[in-house]
Protein backbone atom coordinates (compact mmCIF):
# COMPACT_ATOMS: atom_id res chain seq x y z
CA UNK A 1 0.00 0.00 0.00
CA UNK A 2 0.96 3.85 -0.52
CA UNK A 3 2.17 5.59 2.85
CA UNK A 4 3.94 9.53 3.30
CA UNK A 5 7.20 8.40 5.51
CA UNK A 6 9.01 10.81 7.47
CA UNK A 7 12.25 9.63 6.18
CA UNK A 8 14.39 12.22 7.44
CA UNK A 9 13.41 15.05 9.72
CA UNK A 10 12.90 18.16 7.79
CA UNK A 11 12.78 16.64 4.47
CA UNK A 12 9.93 15.64 2.14
CA UNK A 13 7.86 12.97 3.23
CA UNK A 14 8.43 10.48 1.45
CA UNK A 15 5.47 8.49 -0.52
CA UNK A 16 6.07 4.95 -1.70
CA UNK A 17 4.97 1.12 -0.98
CA UNK A 18 4.82 -0.22 2.46
CA UNK A 19 3.35 -3.81 3.52
CA UNK A 20 -0.34 -3.41 4.51
CA UNK A 21 -0.43 -3.90 8.00
CA UNK A 22 -2.12 -7.23 9.69
CA UNK A 23 -4.29 -6.63 13.19
CA UNK A 24 -2.64 -8.42 16.10
CA UNK A 25 -5.45 -9.77 18.75
CA UNK A 26 -5.89 -6.75 20.35
CA UNK A 27 -6.12 -4.80 17.24
CA UNK A 28 -8.22 -4.04 13.92
CA UNK A 29 -6.83 -2.18 10.60
CA UNK A 30 -8.54 0.82 9.54
CA UNK A 31 -8.82 1.73 5.84
CA UNK A 32 -7.95 5.55 6.02
CA UNK A 33 -10.88 7.39 3.86
CA UNK A 34 -9.27 10.56 5.40
CA UNK A 35 -7.00 12.41 7.26
CA UNK A 36 -5.94 16.01 8.50
CA UNK A 37 -3.19 17.13 8.04
CA UNK A 38 -2.00 18.97 11.63
CA UNK A 39 0.43 21.56 13.22
CA UNK A 40 1.42 18.06 15.76
CA UNK A 41 2.44 16.48 12.47
CA UNK A 42 4.54 19.76 11.39
CA UNK A 43 6.00 19.59 14.83
CA UNK A 44 7.04 15.93 14.25
CA UNK A 45 8.40 16.52 11.12
CA UNK A 46 10.55 19.31 12.64
CA UNK A 47 12.03 16.52 15.08
CA UNK A 48 10.54 18.69 18.22
CA UNK A 49 9.46 17.30 21.68
CA UNK A 50 13.01 15.42 22.13
CA UNK A 51 12.40 17.68 25.39
CA UNK A 52 9.54 15.68 26.64
CA UNK A 53 10.85 12.25 25.50
CA UNK A 54 8.60 12.30 22.31
CA UNK A 55 10.84 12.62 19.66
CA UNK A 56 9.15 10.91 16.38
CA UNK A 57 11.70 8.61 15.05
CA UNK A 58 12.58 8.55 11.43
CA UNK A 59 11.29 5.91 9.49
CA UNK A 60 7.20 6.76 10.97
CA UNK A 61 4.30 6.70 9.30
CA UNK A 62 2.66 10.27 10.14
CA UNK A 63 -0.79 11.14 10.40
CA UNK A 64 -3.06 10.94 13.31
CA UNK A 65 -6.32 12.96 12.25
CA UNK A 66 -8.16 9.74 10.96
CA UNK A 67 -11.78 8.38 9.72
CA UNK A 68 -12.18 5.26 7.95
CA UNK A 69 -13.75 1.79 7.49
CA UNK A 70 -12.69 -1.16 9.26
CA UNK A 71 -11.38 -3.73 7.21
CA UNK A 72 -9.63 -6.44 9.22
CA UNK A 73 -10.09 -7.81 13.07
CA UNK A 74 -7.86 -9.33 15.40
CA UNK A 75 -9.14 -12.15 17.26
CA UNK A 76 -9.83 -10.97 20.50
CA UNK A 77 -11.75 -7.99 19.02
CA UNK A 78 -15.50 -8.09 20.24
CA UNK A 79 -17.23 -4.76 19.31
CA UNK A 80 -16.08 -4.42 15.59
CA UNK A 81 -16.55 -5.98 12.61
CA UNK A 82 -15.80 -5.37 8.85
CA UNK A 83 -17.28 -2.43 7.09
CA UNK A 84 -17.92 -0.56 10.51
CA UNK A 85 -17.36 3.32 10.53
CA UNK A 86 -15.07 4.74 12.80
CA UNK A 87 -13.20 7.76 13.81
CA UNK A 88 -9.50 7.53 15.83
CA UNK A 89 -8.55 9.61 18.60
CA UNK A 90 -4.64 9.82 18.14
CA UNK A 91 -4.27 9.39 22.20
CA UNK A 92 -4.44 5.34 21.91
CA UNK A 93 -5.53 4.30 25.53
CA UNK A 94 -4.29 1.27 26.43
CA UNK A 95 -8.03 0.67 27.99
CA UNK A 96 -6.65 -0.67 31.67
CA UNK A 97 -4.49 2.01 33.69
CA UNK A 98 -6.78 4.44 36.16
CA UNK A 99 -7.50 6.99 33.97
CA UNK A 100 -9.16 4.68 31.13
CA UNK A 101 -11.42 2.71 32.82
CA UNK A 102 -12.95 6.27 33.92
CA UNK A 103 -13.02 6.79 29.95
CA UNK A 104 -10.18 9.04 29.79
CA UNK A 105 -7.66 7.48 26.77
CA UNK A 106 -6.03 11.28 26.62
CA UNK A 107 -4.68 10.79 30.16
CA UNK A 108 -3.27 7.32 29.77
CA UNK A 109 -0.39 6.17 31.73
CA UNK A 110 0.78 4.17 28.90
CA UNK A 111 -1.08 6.19 25.77
CA UNK A 112 0.87 5.64 22.22
CA UNK A 113 -0.12 8.91 19.92
CA UNK A 114 -1.19 7.39 16.92
CA UNK A 115 1.26 8.29 14.01
CA UNK A 116 3.87 10.00 16.43
CA UNK A 117 5.68 6.85 17.50
CA UNK A 118 6.94 3.69 15.85
CA UNK A 119 4.83 1.57 17.90
CA UNK A 120 1.52 3.00 15.76
CA UNK A 121 2.55 3.60 12.39
CA UNK A 122 -0.09 6.45 11.12
CA UNK A 123 -2.72 7.54 8.76
CA UNK A 124 -0.91 9.06 5.71
CA UNK A 125 -1.21 5.59 4.90
CA UNK A 126 -3.81 3.59 2.91
CA UNK A 127 -4.60 1.91 5.96
CA UNK A 128 -3.32 1.52 9.65
CA UNK A 129 -3.66 -0.28 12.82
CA UNK A 130 -5.67 0.56 16.15
CA UNK A 131 -4.54 -1.26 19.11
CA UNK A 132 -7.04 -2.52 21.37
CA UNK A 133 -9.08 -1.69 19.47
CA UNK A 134 -12.67 -2.17 21.26
CA UNK A 135 -11.61 0.62 23.63
CA UNK A 136 -10.09 3.20 21.11
CA UNK A 137 -12.18 3.43 18.08
CA UNK A 138 -14.90 5.43 18.08
CA UNK A 139 -18.25 4.28 16.07
CA UNK A 140 -19.50 6.81 13.55
CA UNK A 141 -23.16 7.28 12.49
CA UNK A 142 -23.76 5.98 8.93
CA UNK A 143 -24.59 9.23 7.31
CA UNK A 144 -21.01 10.95 7.77
CA UNK A 145 -18.68 12.64 5.20
CA UNK A 146 -15.25 11.30 6.13
CA UNK A 147 -13.78 14.63 5.78
CA UNK A 148 -15.69 16.14 8.04
CA UNK A 149 -15.38 13.46 10.66
CA UNK A 150 -11.30 13.62 10.19
CA UNK A 151 -10.96 16.16 12.52
CA UNK A 152 -12.86 14.60 15.77
CA UNK A 153 -9.86 12.81 16.04
CA UNK A 154 -7.66 15.28 16.97
CA UNK A 155 -8.22 19.23 16.36
CA UNK A 156 -11.63 19.90 16.85
CA UNK A 157 -12.16 17.01 19.87
CA UNK A 158 -9.12 18.75 21.19
CA UNK A 159 -10.83 22.33 21.30
CA UNK A 160 -14.05 21.03 22.29
CA UNK A 161 -12.88 19.87 25.51
CA UNK A 162 -10.33 22.82 25.98
CA UNK A 163 -13.28 25.02 26.36
CA UNK A 164 -16.16 22.70 27.26
CA UNK A 165 -14.38 20.76 29.85
CA UNK A 166 -11.35 22.03 31.06
CA UNK A 167 -12.29 25.59 30.76
CA UNK A 168 -15.76 25.23 31.93
CA UNK A 169 -17.14 27.79 29.37
CA UNK A 170 -20.53 29.47 29.81
CA UNK A 171 -22.67 31.01 27.42
CA UNK A 172 -21.93 35.10 27.46
CA UNK A 173 -18.20 34.53 28.47
CA UNK A 174 -15.92 36.16 26.12
CA UNK A 175 -13.26 33.76 24.86
CA UNK A 176 -9.67 34.78 23.23
CA UNK A 177 -8.84 32.38 20.64
CA UNK A 178 -4.46 32.76 20.44
CA UNK A 179 -3.74 31.94 16.72
CA UNK A 180 -5.93 30.70 14.39
CA UNK A 181 -4.65 27.30 12.59
CA UNK A 182 -7.20 24.40 12.96
CA UNK A 183 -7.43 24.05 16.59
CA UNK A 184 -8.18 27.75 16.83
CA UNK A 185 -11.05 27.70 14.50
CA UNK A 186 -12.69 24.75 15.46
CA UNK A 187 -12.44 26.90 19.11
CA UNK A 188 -13.82 29.76 17.31
CA UNK A 189 -17.28 27.89 15.88
CA UNK A 190 -17.39 25.77 19.25
CA UNK A 191 -17.37 28.99 21.33
CA UNK A 192 -19.69 30.68 19.39
CA UNK A 193 -21.81 27.61 18.99
CA UNK A 194 -22.24 27.26 22.71
CA UNK A 195 -23.03 30.96 23.27
CA UNK A 196 -20.08 32.82 23.73
CA UNK A 197 -18.22 35.67 22.36
CA UNK A 198 -14.82 34.53 20.71
CA UNK A 199 -12.56 37.06 20.10
CA UNK A 200 -10.15 35.44 16.83
CA UNK A 201 -6.43 36.52 16.91
CA UNK A 202 -3.77 36.14 14.41
CA UNK A 203 -1.30 37.51 12.41
CA UNK A 204 -2.60 36.73 8.93
CA UNK A 205 -5.82 38.38 7.92
CA UNK A 206 -6.80 35.23 5.71
CA UNK A 207 -7.20 33.24 9.08
CA UNK A 208 -9.19 36.17 10.77
CA UNK A 209 -11.88 36.05 7.84
CA UNK A 210 -12.08 32.31 8.02
CA UNK A 211 -12.56 33.06 11.59
CA UNK A 212 -15.51 35.75 11.33
CA UNK A 213 -16.93 33.23 8.79
CA UNK A 214 -17.19 30.87 11.78
CA UNK A 215 -18.45 33.22 14.14
CA UNK A 216 -15.65 35.62 15.72
CA UNK A 217 -17.14 38.94 16.80
CA UNK A 218 -14.33 40.64 17.03
CA UNK A 219 -10.59 39.66 15.57
CA UNK A 220 -7.21 41.37 16.26
CA UNK A 221 -3.95 41.02 13.78
CA UNK A 222 -1.33 40.83 16.33
CA UNK A 223 0.81 42.64 13.50
CA UNK A 224 -1.15 45.55 13.32
CA UNK A 225 -1.23 46.34 17.11
CA UNK A 226 1.15 47.10 20.27
CA UNK A 227 -0.28 44.93 22.77
CA UNK A 228 -2.57 42.47 22.11
CA UNK A 229 -3.62 41.65 25.55
CA UNK A 230 -4.38 45.16 25.93
CA UNK A 231 -6.75 44.95 22.73
CA UNK A 232 -8.54 42.45 24.75
CA UNK A 233 -8.71 43.99 27.57
CA UNK A 234 -10.37 47.15 26.23
CA UNK A 235 -12.78 45.23 23.28
CA UNK A 236 -14.06 42.67 26.84
CA UNK A 237 -14.07 46.31 29.27
CA UNK A 238 -11.71 44.40 31.94
CA UNK A 239 -10.68 40.87 30.31
CA UNK A 240 -11.49 37.79 28.59
CA UNK A 241 -13.40 34.96 30.58
CA UNK A 242 -11.50 32.40 28.58
CA UNK A 243 -8.50 32.39 26.53
CA UNK A 244 -6.57 29.70 24.76
CA UNK A 245 -3.19 29.41 23.18
CA UNK A 246 -4.13 27.44 19.92
CA UNK A 247 -0.61 27.24 18.57
CA UNK A 248 2.03 26.91 21.68
CA UNK A 249 4.76 29.73 21.14
CA UNK A 250 5.92 32.36 24.33
CA UNK A 251 4.26 35.00 22.36
CA UNK A 252 1.02 33.66 22.26
CA UNK A 253 1.02 31.90 25.68
CA UNK A 254 2.03 34.86 27.53
CA UNK A 255 -0.64 36.85 25.40
CA UNK A 256 -3.39 34.71 26.36
CA UNK A 257 -2.66 34.80 30.13
CA UNK A 258 -2.79 38.74 29.63
CA UNK A 259 -5.98 38.89 28.06
CA UNK A 260 -7.67 36.94 31.08
CA UNK A 261 -9.81 39.21 33.17
CA UNK A 262 -10.28 38.08 37.14
CA UNK A 263 -10.69 34.63 37.77
CA UNK A 264 -10.26 33.75 33.99
CA UNK A 265 -9.01 30.54 32.62
CA UNK A 266 -6.41 30.35 30.16
CA UNK A 267 -6.16 26.94 28.38
CA UNK A 268 -2.73 25.76 26.92
CA UNK A 269 -3.60 23.75 23.61
CA UNK A 270 -0.40 23.95 21.61
CA UNK A 271 2.51 22.45 22.58
CA UNK A 272 5.77 24.58 22.14
CA UNK A 273 8.63 24.39 19.41
CA UNK A 274 12.10 24.15 19.78
CA UNK A 275 12.40 27.76 20.65
CA UNK A 276 10.39 27.13 23.79
CA UNK A 277 11.48 23.83 24.82
CA UNK A 278 8.20 23.78 27.01
CA UNK A 279 9.86 26.42 29.31
CA UNK A 280 7.57 30.03 28.94
CA UNK A 281 7.71 32.54 31.67
CA UNK A 282 4.43 34.10 32.96
CA UNK A 283 3.36 36.52 35.55
CA UNK A 284 2.87 34.54 38.37
CA UNK A 285 2.55 37.26 40.82
CA UNK A 286 -0.94 38.71 38.55
CA UNK A 287 -1.94 35.37 38.52
CA UNK A 288 -2.46 34.59 41.96
CA UNK A 289 -3.76 38.00 42.92
CA UNK A 290 -6.37 37.45 40.24
CA UNK A 291 -7.09 33.89 40.92
CA UNK A 292 -6.32 33.27 37.25
CA UNK A 293 -6.39 29.26 36.46
CA UNK A 294 -3.86 27.83 33.71
CA UNK A 295 -5.11 24.53 32.45
CA UNK A 296 -3.18 22.38 30.04
CA UNK A 297 -5.50 20.30 27.51
CA UNK A 298 -4.34 17.14 25.61
CA UNK A 299 -7.26 15.47 23.28
CA UNK A 300 -10.41 14.68 25.06
CA UNK A 301 -11.71 12.15 26.88
CA UNK A 302 -13.31 9.15 25.15
CA UNK A 303 -16.53 9.42 27.55
CA UNK A 304 -17.11 13.11 25.27
CA UNK A 305 -17.46 11.64 22.67
CA UNK A 306 -21.65 10.97 22.83
CA UNK A 307 -22.12 15.00 23.23
CA UNK A 308 -19.76 16.03 20.76
CA UNK A 309 -22.21 13.61 18.16
CA UNK A 310 -25.48 14.54 19.58
CA UNK A 311 -24.46 18.32 19.18
CA UNK A 312 -23.21 17.32 15.59
CA UNK A 313 -26.41 15.47 14.57
CA UNK A 314 -28.47 18.71 16.07
CA UNK A 315 -26.21 21.19 13.58
CA UNK A 316 -24.95 23.14 16.72
CA UNK A 317 -21.86 21.96 16.10
CA UNK A 318 -20.39 21.55 12.24
CA UNK A 319 -16.77 20.20 11.88
CA UNK A 320 -17.23 20.38 8.34
CA UNK A 321 -16.99 24.36 8.51
CA UNK A 322 -13.13 24.06 9.56
CA UNK A 323 -11.55 21.97 6.78
CA UNK A 324 -9.69 23.83 4.22
CA UNK A 325 -8.32 22.28 1.27
CA UNK A 326 -8.87 18.29 0.06
CA UNK A 327 -5.83 16.78 -1.37
CA UNK A 328 -4.56 13.30 -2.54
CA UNK A 329 -1.62 11.12 -0.53
CA UNK A 330 0.82 12.20 -3.15
CA UNK A 331 0.20 16.15 -2.22
CA UNK A 332 0.52 15.54 1.76
CA UNK A 333 4.86 16.38 1.73
CA UNK A 334 4.05 19.34 -0.01
CA UNK A 335 1.09 20.54 1.87
CA UNK A 336 3.05 19.87 5.06
CA UNK A 337 6.16 21.46 3.96
CA UNK A 338 3.95 24.60 3.08
CA UNK A 339 2.78 24.88 6.79
CA UNK A 340 6.56 26.91 7.44
CA UNK A 341 5.07 29.76 6.85
CA UNK A 342 1.70 29.17 9.11
CA UNK A 343 0.00 30.57 5.92
CA UNK A 344 -2.36 27.61 5.65
CA UNK A 345 -5.85 28.47 6.44
CA UNK A 346 -8.83 25.76 7.45
CA UNK A 347 -7.54 22.48 8.60
CA UNK A 348 -6.02 20.20 5.14
CA UNK A 349 -7.92 16.91 4.66
CA UNK A 350 -5.89 14.11 2.67
CA UNK A 351 -9.39 12.62 0.75
CA UNK A 352 -7.29 10.28 -2.07
CA UNK A 353 -5.40 7.92 -1.01
ZN1 LIG B 1 -3.51 16.82 15.31
ZN1 LIG C 1 -4.61 3.75 30.03
Known amino acids: MRAAVLEEHGEPLAVKDVDYPEPTADQVIVE???CGVCRSDWHAWQGDWSWIGAGVPEGQILGHEPAGIVSAVGEDVETLEEGDRVAVPFHLGDGTCTHCRE??????????????????????????????????????????DFAEMA?????????????????????????????CGGVGLSAIHIAQ?????PIAIDVLDSKLERAEELGAVETINGADVDSTPQEVQAITDGGADVSIDALGIAETCQNSVNSLGTRGSHVQ?????????????????VMTMQEIDFHGSFGMPLVRYEELFNLIAQG?????????ETLSLEEAPETLASMDDYETVGIPVITEF
Not at 193 to 197: F, P, Q, R, S, V
Request: charged letters at 20%.
Open 316 to 324: TLEPGKIIG
Open 32 to 34: TEA
Open 151 to 179: GLGCRFMTAYHALADRADLRPGDWVAVHG
Open 269 to 285: VGLTTGEEQGQIELPVD
Open 103 to 144: GRANNCETVIPLGLTEFAPGAFAEAFPVREADFNCVKLPDEV
Open 193 to 197: ALGAH
